[in-house]
């Protein structure tokens, strides 16, 4: 994946920030950077912004922190807006908010604070995961039966649905295709979620997964469904999957091994009756 850095330097607001009395009500100007890090691939591809993250968009969102709720602390505003840029779907940020006019009686050039933050899906920690697996070829039962097994080698605490056989999906016109055998597996990993979607297309290209087509037949599918603590719509990883409340091969497995799950806060019992 090409990931590239676009910089946003000198971007000044007035806004009412600090400790003192006066600072709540009188505005004074902040100055800041951004230095942002995103998947370009499809970008670059496509000449289409909406492929990238728009400095545009960027740029009014850090105006809005500068002139909207006061904080006392430019770290605090620092750290607000950093997790603002990574809610674009940033990797990672860097954020440096001056305060030119800073309070103080020497005589000084900047006063400033420089803030890193990195997305969810590069930092490492124990979580849960929810892995929908699926195939419709070449012996579709024994490519999910053998990736579960493989599966062992980076989750813990595994839990695995029965194997169900499902219709496929098709876009409109799209040639027939054969069932689907799929299964649901819920385990815990402590390796960065983006390096556990690496992991599982590994996994998937020893099955010989080629994708030729969207919604294509395919040897092996393995999906990352939900991610304990994580969200994310970074190009690469979109997490929760943006269809998964759609399917219901995924959603009945999933049911038939944790009945009282949640996918971004919807009963799976809710979503099933209207899945595909």
């Given at each position: 994946m090409r990931v590239d850095t676009i910089h946003l330097r000198g971007l000044s607001a007035y806004g009412t920030h600090g400790v003192l009395d006066f600072e709540h009500r009188e505005p004074q100007e902040f100055v800041v950077d951004v230095s942002?890090?995103?998947?370009?691939?499809?970008?670059?591809?496509?000449?289409d912004i909406s492929h990238t993250i728009s400095y545009a968009d960027i740029a009014a969102a850090v105006v809005q922190r500068?002139?909207?709720?006061?904080?006392?602390?430019?770290?605090?505003?620092?750290?607000?807006?950093?997790?603002?840029?990574?809610e674009f779907g940033a990797r990672e940020v860097d954020v440096t908010v001056h305060k030119p006019q800073a309070p103080i009686e020497q005589t000084f050039a900047d006063v400033c604070v420089q803030a890193h933050r990195q997305a969810a899906?590069?930092?490492?920690?124990?979580?849960?995961?929810?892995?929908?697996?699926?195939?419709?070829?070449?012996?579709?039962?024994?490519?999910?039966?053998?990736?579960?097994?493989?599966?062992?080698?980076?989750?813990?605490?595994?839990?695995?649905?029965?194997?169900?056989?499902?219709?496929?999906?098709?876009?409109?016109?799209?040639?027939?295709?054969?069932d689907y055998v799929n299964a649901v597996l819920?385990?815990?990993?402590?390796?960065?979620?983006?390096?556990?979607?690496?992991?599982?297309?590994?996994?998937?290209?020893?099955?010989?997964?080629?994708?030729?087509?969207?919604?294509?037949?395919?040897?092996?599918?393995?999906?990352?469904?939900?991610?304990?603590g994580v969200t994310s719509s970074d190009v690469e990883l979109t997490v929760p999957h943006?269809?998964?409340?759609?399917?219901?091969?995924?959603l009945e497995p999933w049911l038939s091994i944790e009945p009282d799950a949640e996918l971004s806060g919807v009963a799976l019992t809710q979503l099933v009756g209207s899945a595909q």
């Open positions: 942002y890090s995103v998947v370009t691939e499809r970008a670059v591809v496509t000449d500068i002139t909207g709720e006061h904080v006392d602390l430019i770290e605090t505003l620092a750290d607000r807006i950093a997790n603002d840029v990574l899906i590069l930092s490492g920690g124990r979580r849960k995961y929810v892995i929908a697996l699926g195939s419709n070829l070449d012996n579709p039962r024994q490519h999910v039966s053998e990736a579960i097994e493989q599966l062992s080698e980076l989750f813990s605490e595994m839990t695995v649905s029965d194997l169900f056989t499902t219709a496929p999906v098709l876009h409109p016109g799209q040639a027939e295709q054969p819920i385990g815990y990993s402590a390796a960065a979620p983006i390096a556990v979607l690496h992991a599982l297309q590994e996994i998937e290209w020893k099955h010989g997964r080629e994708r030729l087509e969207h919604w294509g037949a395919r040897t092996l599918d393995l999906d990352i469904i939900a991610i304990e943006p269809r998964a409340a759609l399917r219901r091969f995924v």
